[in-house]
């Protein structure tokens, strides 16, 4: 069975690539892993390594061509075999005759589908496996890679970059405990780096297709969008019908109006990932989740760091304590850190880049970082009206938007755009597609982590959020009289506990410190089933462990903790 090799999407905004040389060629055998052709984007150049084993069958664009993504480019295949037996994906199955719709004919499958979801993102993929254990016919369609802006440019690849941070500082710091190297001197290969980034990527993307096909899901790739009659049309060309739809077309990055945004030094998150020359300097235009981890990221891959923030904290969203101390690490780790402070304007001057902030001051890098957060992508609708709100598809508890049959779980929504909700709003989505609405999603205690070093994480209220509503308790524990934290040179930060003032009841957690984005699952599930400190403290807490600190913080709301200090009256 013939494979294809499709023109990747490498970027939320890449629409096309060029083919710059091909290094097989037809009927050339290939292995798995092999780079078999160059190609070219507005921003940079690539490597496309074969996914499969076996012989280049067919080469459709040449070089020097340039290709939209997700067109088929190429097969692989067994010798002598015809691209033509290529039942894989549906594209063709059981044509009828269709009117003309402008210079294009549509073809409409014979069967149709009980739900089809646009978008294989977390929502996306989430809702479509769901839907066929469910029983239901699912089809699902992606324009570029699926697994969505997590796995492709998000989540994932960012954790491999951060984990070269986290290998490069234990390296700095093993002459402290001991451990003495005969050369701390070290080099950074970056197609290497880029290498094992872009092996992780392809087989979580690869695998979730697996899922995909295990369960019986019929995979499209191309633009879908929803016409008038409520039909998905694939690529201008293809209609697929179906009795329910789920929206789940995710988001893209987010840019802002001011002079001199377009200059080809302002890198997306996108292209920081693609870099294979890391810049002496680089300003991170916003010190959100994703501007701080990648500044953070590159840091200590040798790049001068500026972050610059309109409000008066980083990651303005998670605790201010929390804040003011991964803002204190940073500093000390060498990065700069401006806020309340906005950009008026970019120039590009004797090969710098000169950032001007509303100050008056300039701030000057080789390149800047544009992470201002992301927005729905809304390129899905097609002709479909829906009530939005602020540029996102308003739903409601059942994930269900004002078109009825329509549902819109994910980024697309807007409320709360992280993977793993998405995840929970795809799998609600689904069961309410396929059986009714009788399923709501509940995001009170979904939480929020930032994987910095140290990392934080949170869950619930702020404890400025909570003084706002009612009486509260507040008990927090530090890493620093931590002993598995003391042991493993990691003491930096605290858990803080918020409750109740008359229950007990658990209203928000906020870690700063090691494995704080592990242990806030816990706090979670403390949050989901409603236990209050007083129980908590019932438990046994194994020893040592960090999850221990948690322990004393609830002890400490209670004023019972007992590796705390007295408090003096």
């Known amino acids: 069975m013939a494979y294809e090799i499709i023109m990747p999407k490498a970027g939320i905004d890449m629409t096309e690539g060029q083919i710059v040389k091909w290094l097989k060629q037809e009927g050339d055998k290939v292995e798995e892993?092999?780079?078999?052709?160059?190609?070219?984007?507005?921003?940079?150049?690539?490597?496309?390594?074969?996914?499969?084993?076996?012989?280049?069958?067919?080469?459709?664009?040449?070089?020097?061509?340039?290709?939209?993504?997700?067109?088929?480019?190429?097969?692989?295949?067994?010798?002598?075999?015809?691209?033509?037996?290529?039942p894989e994906e549906k594209t063709e199955d059981a044509p009828v005759e269709q009117p003309q719709t402008g210079d294009k004919p549509l073809i409409r499958l014979e069967d149709s589908y009980h739900v089809v979801v646009i978008g294989g993102g977390p929502a996306g993929y989430f809702a479509a496996i769901r839907a066929a254990q469910l029983g239901a016919k699912v089809a699902i369609i992606e324009k570029g890679a699926y697994g969505g802006t997590c796995l492709n440019w998000g989540c994932i690849p960012t954790?491999?970059?951060?984990?070269?941070?986290?290998?490069?500082?234990?390296?700095?710091?093993?002459?402290?405990?001991?451990?003495?190297?005969?050369?701390t001197k070290y080099s950074i290969d970056m197609d290497k780096?880029?290498?094992?980034?872009?092996?992780?990527?392809?087989?979580?993307?690869?695998?979730?297709?697996?899922?995909l096909k295990s369960n019986g899901v019929d995979i499209f790739r191309g633009v879908a969008k929803i016409n008038k009659n409520k039909d998905v049309v694939v690529n201008d060309s293809q209609i697929?019908?179906?009795?329910?739809?789920?929206?789940?077309?995710?988001?893209?990055?987010?840019?802002?109006?001011?002079?001199?945004?377009?200059?080809?030094?302002v890198l997306s998150s996108d292209d920081v990932l693609m870099l294979r020359e890391i810049p002496e300097t680089l300003t991170v235009i916003g010190g959100g989740v994703v501007g701080i981890e990648m500044g953070?990221?590159?840091?200590?891959?040798?790049?001068?760091?500026?972050?610059?923030?309109?409000?008066?904290?980083?990651?303005?969203?998670?605790?201010?304590?929390a804040s003011a101390v991964l803002s204190a690490t940073l500093k000390k780790k060498g990065m700069t850190i401006?806020?309340?402070?906005?950009?008026?304007?970019?120039?590009?001057?004797?090969?710098?880049?000169?950032?001007?902030?509303?100050s008056g001051d300039v701030v000057e890098s080789d390149k800047a970082?544009?992470?201002?957060?992301?927005?729905?992508?809304?390129?899905?609708?097609?002709?479909?009206?829906?009530?939005?709100?602020?540029?996102?598809?308003?739903?409601?508890?059942?994930?269900?938007t004002s078109v009825k049959g329509i549902y819109a779980p994910g980024d697309i929504n807007g409320i709360k755009m992280l993977a793993h909700v998405a995840f929970r709003m795809g799998e609600v989505a689904a069961e309410n597609a396929v059986k009714g609405n009788h399923r709501s999603v509940k995001l009170s205690s979904a939480p929020s982590v930032v994987y910095t070093s140290p990392e934080v994480a949170m869950v619930g209220l702020t404890e400025e959020q909570a003084r706002e509503r009612c009486d509260i308790r507040v008990g927090r524990f530090e890493f620093a009289a931590n002993g598995r934290a003391m042991a493993s040179s990691e003491t930096v930060g605290f858990v803080k506990v918020i409750a109740d003032n008359k229950y007990g009841e658990?209203?928000?957690?906020?870690?700063?410190?090691?494995?704080a984005a592990e242990m806030i699952n816990q706090a979670a599930s403390l949050m989901e089933l409603e236990i209050t400190v007083d129980e908590v403290i019932k438990t046994i807490y194994g020893h040592p462990t960090y999850s221990e600190a948690l322990y004393e913080a609830c002890a400490d709301v209670l004023g019972e903790a007992i590796h705390i200090p007295k408090k003096k009256k």
């Open 193 to 211: 780096v880029l290498k094992f980034k872009d092996g992780v990527v392809k087989k979580l993307s690869l695998g979730v297709e697996t899922l």
């Open 33 to 86: 892993g092999e780079i078999i052709l160059e190609i070219m984007t507005d921003k940079t150049s690539m490597e496309i390594e074969a996914e499969v084993s076996g012989y280049l069958i067919k080469i459709l664009h040449r070089e020097g061509e340039t290709v939209p993504v997700a067109e088929v480019i190429a097969y692989i295949g067994e010798q002598g075999e015809s691209p033509d037996n290529q």
């Open 159 to 183: 954790k491999a970059y951060l984990k070269n941070a986290e290998i490069i500082e234990a390296i700095e710091l093993a002459a402290s405990r001991g451990i003495i190297l005969e050369n």
């Open 506 to 515: 658990i209203l928000g957690v906020h870690i700063v410190g090691p494995t």
């Open 369 to 400: 970082l544009l992470s201002i957060g992301r927005v729905p992508d809304l390129e899905g609708i097609g002709e479909v009206e829906f009530v939005t709100e602020r540029g996102k598809i308003k739903v409601d508890k059942y994930m269900e």
């Open 240 to 265: 697929i019908k179906a009795d329910k739809i789920i929206l789940a077309g995710g988001s893209k990055v987010s840019k802002i109006n001011i002079p001199g945004i377009d200059n080809p030094r």
């Open 296 to 321: 953070l990221a590159l840091h200590a891959l040798g790049c001068k760091i500026t972050v610059v923030e309109m409000m008066d904290r980083i990651i303005p969203g998670i605790d201010a304590e």
């Open 338 to 358: 401006i806020t309340s402070a906005s950009i008026t304007g970019i120039e590009e001057r004797r090969n710098k880049l000169q950032i001007k902030l509303a």
